[in-house]
């Protein structure tokens, strides 16, 4: 079992900057791909981004790429995004997810998530 718990999100200005946290208990956190989704009012969850283990390999949606930054400590069993140049478009809740597929951007695939933050840019 794994329980995942995000943090950081908030009311940030188009341009400004968030990280988010994701921290998870269990000792399973180091063999699992972890992945952030995002979903706004009135619309289907979307992949943002993944982190493989063993290696950390990541993968992006083309519409954050450049801009957020996914992580790992799999010391402090805990994932980050780290958003920047941030637009109104980015406002949504954040979900925080792990799998043990190692790679997956499809949200059916991901067996634990956390119960999101919300991040909201103003224009």
């Known amino acids: 079992q794994v329980q995942l718990v995000e943090s950081g999100g908030g009311l940030v200005q188009a341009g400004g900057s968030l990280r988010l946290s994701c921290a998870a208990s269990g000792r399973t956190f180091s063999t699992r791909t972890m992945g952030w989704f995002r979903q706004a009012p009135g619309k289907e969850r979307d992949f943002v981004a993944t982190i493989t283990w063993a290696g950390g390999a990541t993968y992006y949606a083309d519409s954050v790429k450049g801009r957020f930054t996914i992580s790992r400590d799999d010391a402090k069993n805990t994932v980050y995004l780290q958003m920047n140049s941030l637009k109104p478009e980015d406002t949504a809740v954040y979900y925080c997810?792990?799998?043990?597929?190692?790679?997956?951007?499809?949200?059916?695939?991901?067996?634990?998530w956390g119960q999101g933050t919300q991040v909201t840019v103003s224009s």
């Open positions: 997810a792990a799998t043990s597929v190692y790679y997956s951007d499809y949200d059916r695939d991901y067996e634990y």
